[in-house]
Nanobody, 121 residues
Framework: QVQLVESGGGLVQAGGSLRLSCAAS????????MGWYRQAPGKQRELVAT???????NYADYVKGRFTISRDNAKNTVYLQMNSLKPEDTAVYYC???????????????WGQGTQVTVSS
């Protein structure tokens, strides 16, 4: 019932910038928390940043000062502005959203398919 579609990934040189977008669609009543996670080859998926409906944010220590998460509630979209990218940022980035579906009284978490970010030296 809910789809999350990421976009904006690609190749970038170290020190460069990239902006990721994730748009949610479906029978959505409301979206509470939204966030970005990433998974590098051979590694477990890890949190990058989250943002609540009230715009409260939480960042992983390794991205503080470099990445900025934001959202547009009218468009059901969350963004991740990534600056000063490093080779170790290379990973598949996944969008996550806490969504309440219309006619349901509870919320669930949904995942996007992911977008590849590759940072070269």
């Amino acid at each position: 019932q809910v789809q999350l579609v990421e976009s904006g990934g690609g190749l970038v040189q170290a020190g460069g910038s990239l902006r990721l977008s994730c748009a949610a669609s479906g029978s959505i009543f409301s979206i509470f928390e939204m966030g970005w996670y990433r998974q590098a080859p051979g590694k477990q998926r890890e949190l990058v940043a989250t943002i609540t409906y009230g715009l409260s944010t939480n960042y992983a220590d390794y991205v503080k000062g470099r990445f900025t998460i934001s959202r547009d509630n009218a468009k059901n979209t969350v963004y991740l502005q990534m600056n000063s990218l490093k080779p170790e940022d290379t990973a598949v980035y996944y969008c996550n959203a806490q969504v309440r579906i219309r006619s349901y009284s509870t919320s669930s978490y949904y995942w996007g398919q992911g977008t590849q970010v590759t940072v070269s030296s």
